[in-house]
């Protein structure tokens, strides 16, 4: 039920922005209604909230160009959702080339941003939870915050990273596992 509002909502969107009289203020009737959840997507990608903001106004900048062109083929937010995601894996993409650095350089980087965080305590269980979910790969962890933070379903997952439904289930519980595993040694030491 609270879906099909919400579907119904976005073609009202959508429908705005297909008018040359309404599309701005459809455009930011979309940026309130997603801004939230594609900045906390990408931070959790990259820590920084500087690096978010960048990030999410690209995304933002890529949507108003290409939501013309949008097919409805998918629901709208799986459709921001894909957008994010793509263009926080080519920022991440181009601050590895630009330190020249290998993967685990650039993952040991994103845990020293989340150490330099505000407010760190690494006492805190929050904060154990974000240091294990940084550890992991980059793919699982997309996964692991796309199903633990935002809930999303398997299926649109899918779509967003392009992959099966399938693998991000064995993704998911292998980050499960290794969350577990990380929170487990953090709490016997």
Known sequence: M????????DNVILASFKSEQTREMAFTQLVQ?????????I???VVEH???????????????????????????YTWLYRIATNETLTWIDQQKR????????HETALENKLVAQKGFDAQKIEWKLQQAIQALPEKQRIVFNLRYY???????????????????KAS?????????????GELNQ
């Not at 630009?98 to 350089?105: E, I, M, P, V």
């Not at 809930?151 to 392009?162: K, N, R, S, W």
């Open 98 to 105: 630009r330190a020249s650095a290998s993967l685990s350089d």
């Open 150 to 168: 935002d809930e999303m379903p398997y299926e649109e997952m899918a779509t967003v990273l392009d992959t099966s439904a399938g693998a991000l």
């Open 2 to 9: 609270a879906q099909t509002a919400i579907q119904i909502e």
């Open 50 to 76: 500087e690096d978010t903001n960048d990030i999410l106004q690209n995304v933002f900048i890529k949507v108003w160009k290409n939501l013309g062109d949008f097919r409805e083929e998918a629901n709208l």
């Open 33 to 41: 209604k997603y801004q939230e959840k594609l900045y906390w997507h």
């Open 172 to 184: 998911y519980h292998h980050a499960v596992k290794k969350v577990e595993a990380f929170l487990l």
């Open 43 to 45: 931070r959790r990608m």
